[in-house]
Structures are given as structure tokens and as C-alpha cells.
């Protein structure tokens, strides 16, 4: 089994930013792959960006390129999403998930999720 927990999350004004923590435990031995996932209110949840836990390459949606980065620390128990310049519309929960396999968009591709955290954009 896995855990996986999130923190992190506030309210900021536009432009502001923040970093995510998403933190592992339980049977964390292996490469992981890590993805971030972003769900706004009454809308699906989406895939914001994902670390691969061999080698640490990274994938980033087309909405959030130049403005989040995905980093890691611990031997890759912790991983944050940077965020920064955020916009209104970034508003919503933000969840980290560890894939069944490849890093993937796909929410079904994912196995262990976390509780998420809030994050709210507004003046």
C-alpha cells in the first residue's frame, strides 16, 4: 500500500504563487512515476503534469508550461508542483497520484491518489 499526501494549497491573488508538497509512504521502493492532477469546480478532473521516477524527466500540460515545474526531493518521496504567475482559473483541487506504469493524461492510469488540496485564485 501507498500513501500519498498533499499540502500546500491557499488562497492567493492572480499572479501569486505557490508549491505543492506531495509526500509518499508505505511502499515507496521502486521508480514511480508521479502525477499532479488538477480538478475545478463542477469539471473533470485533468492531468497538469507528471515526474518520472527514473531519470526525473517531466511532462507538463500546454496550460501550465513557463508558469509550473515538477520537482522532487527525499530520493523521490517528496514531489512539489511549483506554481507560479496563477491565474483564476488554476482555482480548484489539486491531487498527486502514482501511475500504474508510464506517466499518462489519464486519470484511469493511476492507482494511488491523494486527499488533494485547495487551491484558490482570486483579488
Known amino acids: 500500500q501507498v500513501q500519498l499526501v498533499e499540502s500546500g494549497g491557499d488562497l492567493v491573488q492572480p499572479g501569486g504563487s505557490l508549491r505543492l508538497s506531495c509526500v509518499a509512504s508505505g511502499d515507496t521502493s521502486g521508480h514511480y512515476n508521479i502525477g499532479w492532477f488538477h480538478q475545478a469546480p463542477g469539471k473533470e478532473r485533468e492531468g497538469v503534469g507528471c515526474?518520472?521516477?527514473?531519470?526525473?524527466?517531466?511532462f507538463l500540460a500546454d496550460s501550465v508550461k513557463g508558469r509550473f515545474t515538477i520537482i522532487s526531493e527525499n530520493g523521490a518521496n517528496t514531489v512539489y508542483l511549483q506554481m507560479s504567475d496563477l491565474k483564476p482559473e488554476d482555482t480548484g483541487v489539486y491531487y498527486c497520484a502514482r501511475a500504474r506504469a508510464k506517466c499518462s493524461w489519464a486519470p484511469w492510469e493511476y492507482e494511488y491518489w491523494g486527499q488533494g488540496t485547495q487551491v484558490t485564485v482570486s483579488p
Open positions: 515526474m518520472s521516477g527514473s531519470g526525473g524527466r517531466t
